[in-house]
């Protein structure tokens, strides 16, 4: 059990797996079904499960270079999944006939397991082995075990790694790559490797050979081979923190060179391409930028760069991917993306628009296969429409909708923060005025973008309700610029953002304070506490899904130490002084608070479920209404299968349809 402290009485609901501190929890959670169980939460449920299991759903798959389609999948059948594949011409078809390569639910019944499917790496060019990663309820840690892709079967005596938080990458038949627990010293403060092996099959992993190897105080460091033929060569790295990196070449002598670039840059290097993301202004490029250069006369010193996108007040990059001869771009303007493909063949490079999309759709590229052709499979989708998944141009699948969405409509707006920066929303809904859910996240440089949501059509809009996105700093929307605004000592920017957000929907008639409910996830979760702490007369409810909670002790609990270039560090007086202002956890006061609802996962080993089970001891300490749901399982996506997915999101819309009463 953890050692009490005056300042923190409810410490000892840190022990995440303690008889007392369990023991809270079935309590909790037995109130908490009790509460909100019954006729409409099993339809709801019930409900929800449909579209999370339907076969109807687009198996979206990936290439490992050898021309078949990959996908993993869960349904009613099989809910802890099949990993399989299938040729071009079978996943064409309405029911492609699968090759099942492995099928988990068996495997954990064979092994008497609660293995969750974690992911995969194949190797190339050979594609007959592959590193697959299980993860026992859904957590971060892994066990890796090698699988042979033509006999369908685990290798025995194979590359086998247990349970840590582990990174492996095949260099070739023979040797991997792994970072992992080794023991004392090999993992840096926030949990993962610090020390990075080559590691020779049939040897012992103990012998495995060091090759690079970071500060105990760094996130993080990796290693990965690129098999690219005629271009094999080693890469290693060490993250220090989340947006500051160091990247080397590693000779085969073992000598490191650096790639020079700024370190809170990207860097990617393909075939004969180094490409160069920047997220500070560099040899007079701005922040946001995407730079190229031939990667060997860089390594020799050259700095003539092309500039392939260059950001503006309204538009930012969202993300990049290689084919064979091409660079495919996708970028937003307020928050609305295009498509681009670029070729290197003309000295600032050809570029070409794709095909469109629908307003306030959201494109973006599922897969590649860089080392073959120039193919591409590119989706996309809206908040009212379904997702379509093209190779090309040629469309493969589309989703069915899962909610008629007559009489609804997609808007966007811009409400006016504190500072006076214009904040983009969209508002999704019909004309009636229900109750309306506003979801925010605001951090890490991720952007909020249009998605379809069968679960929040059939669960929320279908009955009347309207769902708003905000669009607040913190996140990606607008670049690194954007992010960066609401880094560290200016968090307080993201968290004005959201109330102006919330303001601006009650300006318009949209919505009034006691019908509006707000909701959130992790990092979403600090900003759920905020409003909860700060702005409770904006809100009628509040749903905080495996929060960060606790600004005082979140570097000391799991993955913590690794955002303190989020947050800040709050051993440091400087910066405690602000993180003490809004740390949820230690702003509980006694007053008037909206109804909140606490969700976590037992098994989350990123964001610690003591931040929920305090902060819920808190609140009701201070004599407010809160309630708590812990899924012993799920890891922090909060859920390992569909069952345990429709029972969380049945509780959060039946906790907000009973709290956004008429007022």
């Known amino acids: 059990m953890a050692t009490l402290d005056a300042d ?19 309590e909790r959670n037995a109130e908490t079904l009790a509460a909100l169980s019954g006729e409409s939460f099993d339809r709801t449920r019930d409900a929800l499960r449909e579209v999370l299991d339907s076969k109807e759903r687009i198996p979206y798959p990936a290439w490992r270079g050898d021309g078949f389609y990959y996908s993993f999948w869960q349904d009613a059948d099989h809910p802890r999944g099949l990993w399989r594949r299938t040729t071009l011409e079978q996943f064409r078809g309405d029911e492609p006939d699968w090759d099942v390569l492995l099928d988990v639910d068996a495997l954990n019944r064979a092994e008497g397991e609660n293995w969750t499917w974690a992911g995969v790496t194949v190797l190339r060019p050979g594609y007959d082995r592959c590193l697959i990663e299980l993860s026992r309820g859904g957590a971060d840690a892994v066990v890796v075990r090698e699988f042979d892709l033509v006999r369908r079967m685990f290798v025995e005596d194979g590359f086998s790694v247990p349970e840590a938080k582990t990174d492996v990458g095949w260099i070739d038949a023979d040797h991997i790559f792994v970072g992992t627990d080794f023991g004392p010293g090999s993992l840096t403060s926030s949990g993962y490797p610090r020390v990075v092996k080559r590691w020779r099959r049939g040897t012992p992993l103990s012998e495995a050979e060091l090759i690079f190897e970071g500060e105990p105080d760094d996130v993080s460091v990796r290693a990965r081979h690129d098999a690219t033929p005629g271009f094999e060569r080693d890469f290693v790295g060490r993250s220090v923190d989340f947006y500051h990196s160091e990247h080397f070449l590693r000779r085969p002598s073992g000598e490191l060179v650096r790639i020079e670039v700024p370190d809170d840059a990207r860097a990617d290097v393909h075939r004969d391409w180094l490409l160069v993301r920047l997220r500070s202004p560099w040899l007079g ?24 996108f260059q950001p503006d007040d309204h538009t930012s990059l969202r993300s990049y991917s290689w084919t064979r001869n091409h660079l495919i771009l996708v970028t937003m303007t307020d928050v609305r993306t295009e498509a681009y493909v670029l070729t290197p063949d003309t000295p600032d490079w050809r570029r ?15 897969d590649t296969d860089p080392d073959n052709n120039d193919s591409y499979l590119i989706a996309s989708e809206g908040f009212l429409r379904p997702a379509t998944l093209s190779l090309g141009t040629e469309v493969l699948k589309r989703q069915p909708a899962f909610f008629d969405t007559d009489g609804m409509t997609v808007r966007q707006f811009f409400a006016v923060s504190a500072d006076g920066t214009r904040v983009p929303y969209f508002v999704v809904g019909g004309p009636s005025e229900g109750p309306t859910l506003l979801y925010g996240y605001g951090g890490f440089e991720i952007p909020l973008l249009p998605s379809y949501s069968g679960v929040l ?15 607040i700093r913190g996140g990606g929307e607008y670049g690194p610029e954007w992010h960066r605004a609401a880094l560290r000592g200016n968090r307080m920017r993201a968290f004005e953002d ?33 409003m909860l702490t700060r702005y409770p007369e904006l809100f009628g409810a509040v749903v905080a899904r495996v929060p960060i909670l606790d600004m005082r002790r979140y570097t000391k609990l799991l993955a913590g130490k690794s955002w303190t270039a989020e947050y800040g560090d709050p051993d440091d007086e400087a910066d405690w002084a602000y993180l003490r ?16 609802l606490l969700m976590t996962s037992t098994r989350d080993d990123r964001v610690h479920p003591g931040h929920a089970r305090k902060m819920m001891a808190a609140l009701r300490e201070k004599g407010h209404q809160a309630t708590y749901y812990e899924n012993v399982e799920g890891g922090h996506g909060g859920a390992a299968d569909n069952d345990q997915a429709a029972t969380m999101w049945a509780l959060i819309l039946e906790f907000l349809r009973r709290e956004l009463h008429p007022g």
């Open 581 to 596: 202002e809004y740390s949820p956890y230690q702003n509980v006061r006694p007053g008037s608070y909206p109804p909140a």
């Open 498 to 530: 959201f109330a102006a957000v919330a303001t601006d929907l009650v300006r318009r008639g949209i919505t009034t304070p006691s019908r509006l409910g707000i909701m959130g996830g992790s990092n979403g979760g600090v900003l759920m506490g905020v």
């Open 457 to 471: 059509g059939r669960g929320w809009l279908a009955h009347g309700g309207t769902y708003v996105v905000a669009n």
């Open 8 to 26: 923190d009485p409810y410490l000892w609901l840190e022990a995440v797996d303690d008889a007392d501190a369990m023991r809270w929890v079935t």
């Open 285 to 308: 490029f701005p922040s946001g930028a995407l730079l190229a250069a031939d990667f060997d006369r860089f390594l020799s010193g050259d700095r003539d760069l092309t500039v392939l």
């Open 352 to 366: 070409e628009s794709m095909a469109g999309t629908a307003e306030f759709d959201h494109t973006w590229i599922v």
